[in-house]
């Protein structure tokens, strides 16, 4: 029987299994491990999947002193509350998503501690749900990162105006992203599970002519 | 052939590098950095098509994007044909394979002639206007017959093997051409810190300077050109776009750019490149720099080839080491004709005159051609060419001082070749493609740009200005304004020093005079490509078309690909002095995107083939494809459909797995359903005014169906929602639905209700769900989890936290089949695993995986509707006899609750959904049927509604069917017919929609 | 293609990431049942096509799904402002 906890009338519980049954990233199929040892090891573009991550949506109120300090307390990171920006500290990374939206990563075998946490501490009207099922991370570097992004997404990729730790939800290509500038040619992007796919298809097509490297 | 026409030296073309190349199927050489057109010419190729309308032949006319004329198909393959190439544009490469797209069976042969001049007496000016007036059936004919004639090229029958690219861009400064204006402004702007892109169509910046022996800063053109060219290239934040057209100028300084990145190599890309990208751009601020187009003037047989604007004289001479013929004669209104006569005398040609057609001339045009003995004849025009596939002569007659009629007798000249220059055209179709419209300058006898709400600037000749120094300052006073309005940094730029002549005032001439009337003289062609005459466009006038724009459509003027660069201008003129009107009082035209045509290709971008549009797939699909699943569209999604085994037909593979569901048990990947988490104390507040019916009282651990509908009362969706805490609920929505639904709560709680306490969040990608059902799902189920599944502790509507497959889940006891069926959620990483795990147990029972269409007839075996399908937006929840999902009683007025209220919702005869029973079992009613109570009665006969499910039920032997009946539900047990389009009639008989199991006995066991 | 400065998230953004929703502005009536059918149908059906100046509703559906409002000019496509719900315009037909 899984854990499940209900407290002020809603409920978290750890949806991971024992370890050894093996989750499935939404790219499972593409064996991006095989690519990454058998294919080109130089290139333009490198990509590399970051499966299974936790991701936690969080709604709150910034205004609500009470929760932005629980909130702290709980991430070990402010919340970041200037919009399309981000925070992180060693174990997560917490991106503005809208004036009540964020959206935090950690370790997949920390997510249901995390809810319970929240659960335990967070005041007030909030929500946290678990959507790591419903996401893959990639990670895209490379001289000519900045390239393939501006190619699938109609957003301003310039340092001017796209700084490292910047966050935007947008279109790309035909679906959407998240996407947060690591550092100046390293990005992130969450996609939807569904979604994976196309775009990982997508992301092969539009690297094609900088050579594309993936690594695990 | 040999380049009879290549100069021995001088122009940008590399002699070392010849080039080989097909045209019309021989074989010609040309040399790296000619262009197709410059590369003919030097072949000494006159024609180079045939004309729309008259079959004329027809020549090069200019060296630009705006050519009338040499408009080619190129391509050596079938996969590689493309349309619409302006040879002046195309830049040669070894192994090119151009055709004319008009010429029909062959330029050189006039045997097409014939069928043009057939063409020609059929098609006199308003054949549009004429041809749209008859019946659509004869349209066909003639677009047949005009498509062959026009000569509009074709696409290749096969997949174009290159990749096309569309790439996102953002500037401060955008700078259009990268003439002289262009560049110091590039240049101004760059220096000043700016984000700039520079684009021009041509393959090597620097524009007109190119084609000039002018001095800047004491040193040719082409070399201050070239430092310019480097020094922009050493800024980061500077993106030079050669080969780059800018196509289009829409809202708020979004431009789109056409580059043409590797069709200079050759046919293909070569392998991984791309063969055009379309850059999409945001610019803070736009600098047109367009620059000026040379107008021809218009005199009879001018479409001969041999007749050229004289720039164009100027360019093949400077840029490309060729000269187009032997004996040149000029004719002008102004001094810039003069250069052309000058070049070609300099290039060692003969020059038999210029002919001025002003009275006056003084200056230093009289000096130029002094000191090189070339004769000047004032006061004169080329009224008319004569030859037949060549220029072999010209008719000069002096003209008056307005040169509206001929003054004297005419003498004949032997020449091979013609500059006409009837001024400039400033090149404004892009500011007007936001809406703008030119103004009329009267002192440049051209159009200028008007007023916008663009932030855009102007320099150089698009604003009138044509001389070398004041262009250049233009330049770097629209970058000195661009750095300025956006806050940069503040640099002074020195005006390069140029040379700026005196010019004597061009005289405002369009149409040469004849001695006969326009309507008897000659053709005197205004736009080539449509093979509009001056004629043409005065007959349109006495016909009673006065706006120029009426003009444009009665007599095809301007409507070809080259959007009437060439001839808007001298058909405007015409038109208003033959209306004794002025050019503004008979209207300007609207130019609309694109600047030049742009290939299918560049448009599309990569969203061809296997990325034409995303397909969207759950964690099982890798389950699906090895077990032979035939998928269905919904939405995005990739639904398994059904499963056939092999050999199976579709029909037997549903009732093997209808009947292996009702009888066993069955499964199906339900993942696609949305599916939205809300929590928050008003949730079920918020829930209470979304759908109709009552969820005050739905208690913790229990699910419920609701019907959701528009302010109207019309249903829009439908699902079932859970409550996993007091404050807590999962909802779900169709697989259609669920972006619109999210969006309708969000929409709700934003704008009308965001005092209630509630935060919605889509799950629906995060959650594999699958539903197994049969009366054997419980046994199954019981395999993989310690949960009580005893209907006692887990009864029908209740939902348990439990552990599936060593995978903590979500099991929802809820059926769409009327059977005893749990929805298993697991998180999607997980998906698979669980299923592959429930397949592993379920071998035993014959556990049957079905798709959408069996889910389909299941349903519809116990009459529950799908939204979309059993419904259309025009029905609400009485009309589908599910009055029991209404709770009027509610305190708040939910949404639909008033809209159903309407007097035109409570009619008694409205079309109601109801179960059908056909007369003959076997008969299963086409979906789409429509029904009428009396099939006797003559047609029109008065239609009650359609069928909008109707399957073959295996599991009942006979027919189902649902439909909408006007007054179906009081009409139980009445007959009720669909005629087909064979003349046949289907009876049925009005029934419950509940084919099975009405009391619900089976699911609830 | 319009350019779209959104409120929430306080910078430009292409208009493909937006929806427009339609008129701005439209209460839902607070007391539905005490309109009459014509009220519930101005409510419902009926809407402004001015030329010139609208204020619509739109939502930035693929950045922050937030909705706020536009003012916009119908004829230039200018867009003279964007505000949040719940504020009110500062450019108007009259102003
Ligand atoms: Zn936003």
Known sequence: MSEVINHNGKIVADQRPADDIAGQSPLHHADLNSLASQGPQTGGVTIQERPLQGLLNLRCNKADKKQVTAVKKLLGVALPCDPLSSASNDDSVIRWLSPDEWLVSVDGAKAFELEAAFQANMPG?????????????????????VDVIKKSAPIDV???????????????????????RIAEDHFELIIRRSFADYLWIWLQDASREYGLVVKR | MSQDNRLKSGGRIDRSKPLYFV??????????????????????VDIVGRSFKYSRPRGIVTAGSDEPNAVIQLGSSEATQTPNVRATQQELFEGLVASSTNGWPNVNVDAMGLVGKIGGKMMPPGFYYKTFMFPQSLWETYETFIRKAAGLGRSSYENDVDTYDKINQFCDVLVVGAGPAGLAAALTAARGGARVIIADEQSEFGGSLLDSKQ?????????????????????ADVLLLPRSTVNGYHDQNFLTIHQRCTNHFGDQAPANQVRERMHRVRAKRVILATGAQ???????????????TSTAISTYINRYGVAPGKNLVVMTTNDYGYQAAIDWHDAGREVSAVVDTRANVQGRCVDE?????????SGSAITEVHGSKRVKAVTIAPINADGSAVAGPAAKWKVDTVASSGGWSPAVHLSCHTGSRPVWKEDIIGFVPGPTVQEQLTAGGINGCYETGAVLKQGIDAGLTALQELGLNEVTVAVPSAEDLSRTPAMPLFLVPHKKPTSRAPKQFVDYQNDVTAAGIELSCREGFQSIEHVKRYTALGFGTDQGKLGNINGMAIAANFQNKTIPETGTTVFRPNYTPITFGAIAGRDVGSLFDPKRYTAMQPWHIAHGAKFEDVGQWKRPWYFPKAGESMHDALNRECKATRESVGILDASTLGKIDIQGKDAREFLGRVYTNAWAKLAVGKCRYGLMCGEDGMVFDDGVTSCLAENHFLMTTTTGGAARVLEWLEIYHQTEWPELEVYFTSVTDHWSTMTISGPNSRALLAELTDCDLSNDSFGFMDWKAATVAGVPARIFRISFTGELSYEINVQANYGLHVWEQLFAKGEKYNLTPYGTETMHILRAE???IIVGQDTDGSIHPHDLGMSWAVADNKPFSYIGKRGMAREDCVRPDRKQLVGLKTTDPLVVIPEGSQGVFDPNTPIPMPMVGHVTSSYWSENLGHSIAMAFVKGGLSKMGEKVYYPQADGTVIEAEICSPVFLDPKGDRQNV | MLHIFCPHCAEYREEEEFHSKGQAHLARPLDPEACSDAEWGEYLYFRKNPRGIHHELWIHAAGCRKFFNMTRDTVTYEIKETYKIGEKPSVTAQS
């Open chain 1, 125 to 145: 009207h909030y929500s946290l749900v678990n959507v790591s099922g419903g996401y893959t991370i990639l990670e895209i570097s490379g001289d000519h990162a």
């Open chain 1, 158 to 180: 310039h340092q001017s105006s796209f700084p490292n730790d910047k966050v935007v939800s947008t279109v790309f290509a035909k679906s959407g992203a998240i996407i947060r």
């Open chain 2, 23 to 44: 045209f019309n199927n021989v074989s010609y050489t040309g040399y790296q950095g000619d262009t197709l057109a410059s590369a003919l010419l030097a072949n000494g």
């Open chain 2, 215 to 235: 001095i800047i800063d004491g040193k040719p053109a082409a070399e201050w050109v070239s430092e310019v060219v480097s020094e922009l290239a050493t800024f």
């Open chain 2, 294 to 308: 040379e107008r021809p003037l218009v005199f009879g047989n001018n479409d001969l080839p041999g007749c050229m």
């Open chain 2, 369 to 377: 051609m002094q000191a090189r003995g070339i004769r000047i004849i």
């Open chain 2, 862 to 864: 116990k009459g529950f």
